[in-house]
């Protein structure tokens, strides 16, 4: 496109060269020369205005409005770059934000699922606290009642050797045998004497 509008003005000043010449111009650019009169004058002239009107012709025909469909071209092209680019950062904008906000979720997600890990090993702490000490209780009532009727055991021991040694003394001081149906009945009195 740039080509074709150096090839225009080229075309316009080969075209206008002559007609410079024709007013007394010198094409290289030296001193201007008398014009050979006023009809030679007039006549070139006017072939340099026809040639100039064409030449504009041509160049607002065929080249201005390639210039100007190049242009807006260009312009359109920088246009759709800007809103190409402005649409790309408003898509990173939104991904950066849905980023932002997944990676906020995530921890508020986290944090949850360690404060819930730590309330349930909190109850499970505490169901096993209370087991183990309702085990403990549990062993500690049967240690008790198993001490109980070991001292119950016991005592009822002492108490029938002690009956079964002081029927067999009485036995011997009253020199005759006593039976076990006496025996048994000291045993309840002397029991019954012990409670009480």
Do not use: C
Request: net charge positive.
């Amino acid at each position: 496109m740039l080509a074709a509008a150096r090839t225009n003005l080229s075309l316009l000043a080969a075209a206008t060269l002559p007609a410079a010449a024709a007013f007394g111009a010198d094409p290289a650019g030296g001193p201007a020369q008398p014009i050979a009169g006023a009809h030679g004058g007039l006549a070139s002239a006017v072939t340099a205005l026809v040639v100039f009107i064409i030449v504009l012709a041509v160049l607002g025909a065929k080249v201005w409005p390639a210039i100007a469909k190049g242009l807006d071209e260009r312009a359109n092209k920088i246009k759709g770059e800007i809103e190409a680019a402005e649409a790309a950062r408003m898509t990173a904008k939104a991904a950066l934000e849905e980023y932002q906000a997944n990676i906020a979720q995530a921890r508020a997600e986290a944090q949850k699922m360690i404060a819930d890990a730590k309330a349930q090993q909190q109850v499970q702490f505490a169901e096993m606290r209370s087991k183990a000490d309702a085990e403990l209780a549990a062993m500690k009532a049967k240690a008790v009642a198993e001490i109980d009727a070991a001292k119950k055991a016991a005592v009822a021991e002492v108490y029938t050797n002690a009956a079964s040694l002081a029927t067999a003394v009485a036995g011997k001081i009253l020199q005759r045998e006593v039976s076990s149906a006496d025996q048994g009945r000291f045993v309840s009195e002397a029991l019954a004497g012990m409670k009480n």
